[in-house]
């Protein structure tokens, strides 16, 4: 099935990205979470190495890495899933799991979305949305789950089952599902991985309002910087189960602490260099060496939007477009100077009148310009 709302078996309601009216989500009563020196393991291989972590309560939290890092892992320690092997976890400064506490998952107050959705396909939308709802009279949780539905704009559809519904009004009913016993935490796991671009847009942009109106602080986890930063009013950075940095997304982008924190929020010219009296010394000439011990070799970093460009001969090193290629608002240029092993990577505005062939001088805006410890960089 189509993971677009253009799906023909979504029934007519597939080309409206309608939800429900705005400040109709029922709220909650926001818990903070704590992780204190998390460790696990699968069979003697490490998934997360003593990592410890605050989320207020209220707050949207990403967590970001690649596959593999241990944030899907941390989650489900969270969700009480899985349990540890060392360390603890607090819910409103309360031990919920540690060396002689563990509190099961339906006692944590705590919702899960799942990356597939995890519908029950024998089920209704209205019963897969009321499954969480077992402490209710029966009235009572068909009417909060429908006041769900209705929230992310599915309440018509409730009879109907999830075949018969796309990928993005799946997403829609999975959230339902997860709010409705009112969780103070929600964890979602790659909750839009699975939807078509142009609707994940939408979806995500729509997700985070109803997230907010109910008011649960959240953790989501994610590979996609562009989403984290989109999303969280703080990120975490993931690396082979350790924490490498987290704050808000301008903190991470503008100040990384390392290379590989660097390369995850954007593409990157890397060169080598070394620290003398009067900066860095680069092919690319003298860069600021903020803070780096004189003689020190170090990796510098230049963003492709801070490649500037003049005309041959002017404020410079010398250097040669050897490729254009246009990708909608900028366009992205190829240029070889000498001393470098690969040509650097430039981003300029679209329909500029660089072409391939010309020779230019190449300077580098400062404030796309980092620079790290040789020792540091090693990624």
Not at 22 to 49: P, Q
Request: include cysteine; charge should be negative; hydrophobic fraction near 40%.
């Amino acid at each position: 099935m189509s993971q677009e709302d253009t799906s023909p078996n979504s029934k007519g309601l597939g080309n409206s990205l309608d939800w429900g009216a705005r400040g109709t989500a029922s709220a909650t009563i926001a818990a903070g979470l704590v992780f204190e020196n998390i460790s696990h393991d699968y069979d003697g291989v490490a998934s997360v190495r003593d990592l410890s972590l605050s989320i207020s309560p209220g707050e949207i939290l990403c967590l970001i890495g690649h596959s593999g890092c241990g944030k899907t892992t941390l989650m489900r320690i969270a969700a009480g899933v899985e349990r540890q092997s060392r360390g603890k976890v607090l819910i409103n400064g309360r031990e919920i799991a540690g060396d002689a506490v563990f509190l099961p998952p339906e006692k944590r107050g705590v919702g899960l979305m799942f990356q597939d959705y995890a519908l029950f396909p024998h089920m209704s939308i209205l019963a897969n949305v009321m499954f969480g709802l077992t402490g209710l009279p029966k009235k009572e949780a068909e009417t909060a789950a429908l006041s769900a539905l209705g929230r992310v704009g599915l309440a018509d559809y409730a009879a109907d089952f999830p075949h018969a519904l796309s990928g993005g009004e799946q997403q829609r009913v999975a959230l339902a599902r997860a709010l409705v016993p009112r969780p103070g935490i929600l964890l979602m796991d790659e909750p839009f991985s699975g939807l078509d671009k142009r609707l994940r847009d939408n979806v995500r942009d729509q997700t985070l309002d109803v997230i907010r109106e109910t008011r649960a602080t959240c953790i989501i986890v994610t590979h996609d910087p562009e989403e984290a930063m989109r999303m969280g009013d703080r990120i975490a950075l993931m690396r082979r189960g350790r924490l490498v940095q987290h704050g808000p997304a301008a903190e991470l982008y503008n100040d990384p602490v390392d290379l590989f924190a660097a390369r995850f929020f954007s593409e990157v010219n890397q060169v080598e260099g070394r620290v003398t009296s009067a900066g860095v010394e680069t092919p690319l000439g003298v860069v600021k060496s903020n803070g780096a011990a004189q003689n020190e070799k170090v990796d510098v970093c230049i963003r492709p939007q801070g490649i500037c460009l003049n005309k041959a001969g002017l404020c410079g090193v010398p250097g040669r477009i050897v490729s254009k290629r246009f990708v909608g608002e900028v366009d992205l240029l190829s240029i070889v100077i000498d001393g470098l092993d690969h040509p650097l990577k430039a981003r300029v505005r679209a329909g500029s009148a660089w072409e391939p062939g010309m020779d230019v001088a190449v300077d580098a805006d400062p404030k796309d310009v980092l620079v790290f410890s040789r020792k540091e960089s090693q990624v």
